[in-house]
């Protein structure tokens, strides 16, 4: 599936609608994608796990998540203004940092991962 | 040059009316337990065309794994892409082509309940009938199912046909074999400790639904599952939390076996004691179930990875059924090339594209058209970069030619005449053909033999004299040599290599003996080989006498290489693969004596075509 990868910026740009609302500190990820079945959307953890592995966002930045399977809607509520700032510039490049990250993923040497292991764990529980 | 080259000999240009048409443009994806005849819920993914009419009924494709039928995606990848992601792009093109595909997760793993004792249980095995039943008497089932995949799946594809379910008309085994003992555990009767070792943990994490531990072996994996996909309807996850925890009975047979010696060692595991466990989940003990509904069979491999082209070949000359075999250039699965000759080319040719259109058009003949009636073995001849066909094997022209040690490393096609010639090797256990070889390849990892030139270095080498005319080289070599040592045990790894006109070194192929299994025996093989056959029984085990010289003979693995004019032949000898098998003797450093002389000629012969 190595081939898929080239074109995964552009699916995610197209799938996922992202808008932002600075005055309410809000940033709202809507998926497109029809057939999610539920819990596809994700939970908070894993929308904060995919913040911090693909944004590269490193600090524990406090937020409500509110997840909407009906209108497929993840709203993040920031509390401060310099935190809404950081999600909101991650949140511009996270989609170009997907494959980069997977491409270096597929191509690593086994047992010479370093780089992943700053990426921290994700919360795997169900 | 080959006799055998013929322009149609490619099998992945050919195209006639069975060939891979698109009627359908999207596929949807559910997911359902279902009850064995034990009561044991298996998890299962189908997958079915877009836009079926009511009464349409279309052939199923089966596959079972051990590996987790399909993922539970990490966001972002599961806003975007099916569960069948991992698949790609076999399900777009089979439901494409109107097949369901049905994936499976086999009793003990992924989200299917029940525990497993060892790998191709005949639990796990009848299961497939079951799942067969239930298959053909979906509404949208013609009744119709076959099966394929890669390494664990081509191997419960072949096993599905041991069933012997009517509906099963055609199994497509890839890069998978048939006999546990040899094919990957201990392939020369050497324990194949590293890829075991992986092997057994992967499976281990994969049953307890546990990623993070593939962070540092396969990273790519880790970021993209968060684990085996449950079945939809199980929105709280509830029934993949109990299989899972019923997988904690699971028993991990491989952990146990670093002590064992021969083929018919007992295994023990707790209170269990498994007695014959790798000939009985051995596939080449189902020969005549396999051929009694005489269905037809499409097998391939790769030339260097672990025994698996042996296998093709084995599967070619011993079961009278219908057959396509292919061996090519390629990695376990094909997803890279592997072909020593270029290593640096970055993709493999075919493209998983064409090799999954190919296997479309070859189901389709067997299931809407004439089937297949003859057998045929498509080759690919590495250095030469051609295709080429045969309806036997081993090819029209083949004949083995003679090689002979000599003195100042020489090797030639005339018998020695001296009458004391020997050569004294000190096994060195720092040798190694690094983690990217044959023996790891199952794990999909690349395979990259370009490290022959430095590794040569330790080992003991019979290097020929520049070729006068090119070469081809395909089928088994056999290497025969005369040997003491100083111990009572020890291995023998053989490199048959082609040396260019700049004395780089380029691997084509190699076999390995544990020395206690040096016995050919006069039984019948349980199936057919072209190259002396070693019981790896006890019985026909025989310590070294040490100093006393012993006739080693084996086969290496088959090969079509074609080695030009101008290179040189070159066999290489080791006693040790430090990064891969297990080391014999466990204690001392051998000293080796191989004799050259006239009583004793030490040889390879290598199967050339004329």
């Known amino acids: 599936m190595e081939e898929l990868i080239p074109k995964l910026s552009n699916l ?115 | ?49 877009k836009g079926l009419s009511p009464g349409d009924k279309i052939p199923t494709l089966l596959y079972q794994t051990r590996y987790q039928r399909t993922h539970h995606l990490r966001i972002p990848f599961r806003w975007i892409w099916k569960e069948t992601v991992s698949h790609y792009p076999k399900t777009e093109l089979f439901t494409a082509d109107g097949y369901a595909c049905i994936y499976v997760d086999v009793r003990g793993c992924g989200a299917s309940y029940g525990f497993r004792q060892t790998p191709f249980s005949e639990e796990e095995v009848r299961d497939g009938s079951d799942i067969v039943d239930w298959i053909i008497n979906q509404p949208w089932s013609d009744g119709n199912v076959v099966s394929n995949g890669i390494s664990y799946t081509g191997f419960t594809a072949e096993w599905l046909a041991t069933n012997n379910h009517p509906a099963v008309k055609s199994v497509m085994p890839g890069h998978s074999g048939w006999d546990s003992f040899i094919d990957i555990i201990f392939p020369g009767g050497c324990f194949n400790t590293l890829f075991i ?6 499976g281990k994490q994969m049953d307890k639904n546990i990623m993070k531990e593939f962070k540092t072996i396969i990273p790519n994996r880790w970021l993209l599952w968060k684990g085996v996909k449950h079945v939809h309807s199980d929105c709280e996850y509830t029934q993949l939390k109990e299989a899972i925890q019923e997988h904690s009975k699971n028993l991990y047979v491989y952990d146990n076996i670093s002590e064992v010696n021969y083929r018919d060692d007992a295994v023990k595991l707790g209170n269990i004691i498994f007695e014959h466990m790798f000939d009985s989940r051995s596939i080449y003990q189902y020969q005549q179930e396999l051929q009694k509904l005489n269905i037809p069979i499409y097998s391939w491999a790769s030339w260097l990875d672990a025994n698996f082209a042996n296998i093709v070949i084995a599967r070619f000359l011993s079961l009278k059924n219908p057959q396509i075999a292919i061996i090519g250039d390629w990695n376990h699965g094909a997803g890279l090339p592997a072909n020593p000759f270029y290593p ?22 067997c299931l809407k058209g004439d089937g297949l009636k003859s057998k045929t073995i498509y080759y690919y001849t590495m250095g030469e970069e051609k295709w080429k066909k045969s309806h036997i094997w081993p090819p029209l022209g083949h004949s083995l030619q003679s090689w002979y040690f000599q003195e100042s490393n020489c090797l030639t096609t005339k018998e020695p005449l001296e009458k004391n010639g020997s050569d004294d ?53 056999i290497i025969t040599l005369y040997l003491s040592s100083t111990h009572e045990d020890g291995a023998i790894f053989v490199y048959l290599e082609d040396v260019d006109g700049e004395d780089n070194v380029i691997y084509l192929t190699d076999g390995n003996l544990r020395l206690i299994h040096r016995k050919i025996s006069s039984e019948k093989p349980p199936y057919k080989i072209l190259f002396p056959y070693h019981t790896f029984l006890k019985k026909d085990s025989l310590a070294l006498v040490p100093t006393e010289i012993s006739e080693i003979k084996f086969g290496l693995h088959a090969t079509s290489v074609l080695v030009k004019k101008g290179h040189k032949i070159r066999v290489a000898i080791a006693g040790a693969d430090k990064d891969t098998f297990k080391r014999y003797p466990a204690k001392g450093r051998p000293i080796i004596t191989i004799e050259r002389n006239v009583r004793y000629p030490s040889f390879i012969d290598i199967p050339i075509i004329h």
């Open chain 1, 12 to 126: 995610l740009n197209k799938a996922i609608e992202i808008r932002e609302d600075k005055n309410q500190l809000l940033i709202e990820l809507n998926v497109k994608k029809k057939d999610l079945i539920p819990g596809d959307l994700g939970t908070p953890n894993e929308v904060k796990d995919m913040i911090r592995v693909f944004g590269g966002v490193k600090q524990n930045i406090p937020m409500e998540i509110n997840i909407d399977e009906k209108t497929k809607t993840i709203t993040l509520k920031l509390l401060k203004k310099e935190d809404f700032e950081i999600i909101s510039t991650a949140m511009k490049n996270i989609w170009g940092r997907v494959p980069e990250l997977l491409l270096k993923a597929f191509n690593a040497e086994p047992g010479k991962t370093t780089e992943f292991r700053d990426l921290g764990d994700f919360d795997d529980n169900y």
């Open chain 2, 1 to 49: 040059m080959s006799i055998n080259q013929n322009q149609e000999a490619n099998p992945f240009n050919q195209k006639d009316e069975y060939y891979f048409q698109p009627q359908y443009e999207d596929f949807s994806v559910s997911s359902t337990y279902i009850k064995m005849r034990d009561g044991v819920k298996l998890a299962l993914t189908i997958c079915l065309p």
């Open chain 2, 197 to 202: 070792q992986l092997w057994s943990f992967a």
């Open chain 2, 344 to 365: 640096s080319r970055l993709k493999v040719i075919p493209s998983p594209h064409d090799r999954i259109k190919t296997e479309i058009r070859f189901f389709n003949r």
């Open chain 2, 425 to 477: 090797y000190k096994i060195n256990f720092r040798t190694t053909t690094g983690i990217f070889n044959r023996w790891m390849a199952p794990a999909g990892l690349p395979i990259d033999y370009t490290n022959r030139t430095k590794a040569n270095e330790k080992l003991l080498t019979y290097t020929s004299l520049p070729l006068e005319k090119d070469l081809e080289i395909t089928g088994n070599p």
